[in-house]
C-alpha cells in the first residue's frame, strides 16, 4: 500500500467516523446500521453487540430517551493493511435538558475497520467510559 493509498483510507475512514455521529444524532437508524460490517460487533457501556439487528434493537432503545448530540474528536487512524485498520476517537456526548445541552459523558471509542464491497465499514466498536478516569 502506498501512501497515497493510505491517506485515501484514513481520511475514508475519518468520514466513517464522522457519519456515525450524524446518522445516529438524525435518528437515520438503517443507514447507521449499514456503516458496520454484516457480522460487525460493537460493545457499548460492557454490553456486547453482534450483528447489525443487534446494534438496530440497541441505537433504537438509546433513541427512545433525550436528545443526542455525539462530538467525535481526536480521532486516531493507523492503517494496516488495504482492508483493514484500527483507531481510537474521543467523543464528548450531549443531552438535551431543559432547553439546553449538557454533557453527558466523554467516553473513547477503540475501533476496527475493515474494508468491504461497499467501502470502510466498522468491524468492531468498543465504547470505554472513561468518566471514571476523570
Known sequence: M????QLVAESEIRN?????????????????SELFAEDGRMEAWAMPLEGRPALVEWINGVLSGPKLRHIMGATHVVVDSATEAHGTADMVLLAAAEGSWVVAAAPRYVDRYVKTAAG???AERV????SAQA
Open 2 to 5: 502506498d501512501e497515497i493509498q
Open 16 to 32: 466513517l467516523v464522522a457519519r456515525y455521529a450524524h446518522l445516529v444524532d438524525d435518528a437515520q437508524v438503517q443507514e447507521w
Open 120 to 122: 470502510w465499514r466498522f
Open 127 to 130: 465504547l470505554e467510559d472513561r
